[in-house]
């Protein structure tokens, strides 16, 4: 049984993969975008610097990193821009989801499992190439961190997932969720730490952030590659990045399920 249900949320991950790879035009377009970001980011955060120390644990090498390493990760996590759930509920196609066997938001993040790994090698890695090509960046020191980062990144997308899906599920209750939509995403955009590393933020703003699932969506991972938390810190930040992804999903499940209480199609 156990392996039946792996099987069907790999064929939702093979699915999710082939629909954003079957645009390579709109993927090298975004790659473009991606890069160009990149260097414009690299060199305003390196004006911080011109007189050398750090900020918040970041020296030049790793504020680069950082800059390289956010924008191959944007699309790769996904923090903004999704609305699909959204949509499927206000034109009613989730009655469709809903006489399926498998529970319409465990498939959605297979299915978004199979797009991250799409945007992470064709919008991921050649930017973070690129950058480190051109400027240098900094890299973890073995095996073990690698695979810290590895782990960081795979929580990170389902903690950008959950939260994804309770912003939609909020088409349950509003005529027009786009409000709430851009709320939400303007909140991840700045205490996920993508416009700036969130250590760069006045202390009480900093606490606010670390208070948050946020940066369990890209501070996190950035914050393990550039070896700004090592060793036993490494166990806690992904300890804390499981437990936001299992709080996030429970919220979002049971939202979802409450929705569905009150969900009207109309048909015909």
């Known amino acids: 049984m156990p392996l039946a249900f ?134 973890p020191s073995g095996p073990a961190v690698w695979l810290a980062f590895g782990l960081s990144c795979g929580l990170a997308i389902v903690v950008s997932y959950a939260f994804r899906a309770i912003y939609n599920v909020a088409s349950f209750w509003l005529l027009d969720w786009r409000g709430t939509t851009i709320l939400a995403i303007t909140a991840a955009n700045f205490f996920s730490g993508f416009v700036i590393p969130v250590a760069f933020f006045p202390l009480p703003l900093e606490a606010i952030a670390r208070a948050t699932p946020f940066p369990a969506m890209l501070q996190v991972p950035v914050d393990i590659f550039v070896g700004r938390v090592a060793g036993a810190e490494v166990v806690a930040a992904l300890a804390s990045q499981l437990a936001w992804a299992i709080l996030l999903l429970l919220a979002a499940t049971w939202l979802f399920d409450r929705g569905v209480r009150r969900l009207v199609v109309q048909g015909g």
């Open 6 to 139: 792996l099987r069907l949320d790999l064929e939702y991950a093979k699915r999710g993969y082939a629909r954003y790879a079957a645009y390579p035009a709109a993927t090298l377009a975004g790659l473009f975008t991606n890069t160009v970001f990149g260097f414009m980011r690299a060199f305003i955060l390196l004006a911080l610097f011109e007189g050398g120390g750090e900020i918040g644990g970041y020296d030049r090498a790793a504020t680069v990193t950082y800059a390289w390493l956010t924008q191959g990760l944007a699309a790769t996590i996904f923090i903004w821009g999704w609305q699909d759930l959204g949509l499927r509920i206000r034109t009613g196609d989730i009655a469709t989801d809903l006489i399926r066997p498998v529970h319409p938001l465990r498939a959605g993040l297979a299915f978004d499992v199979g797009r991250s790994l799409c945007h992470a090698i064709f919008r991921g890695v050649p930017p973070v190439v690129i950058g480190s090509l051109v400027f240098g960046i900094t890299t």
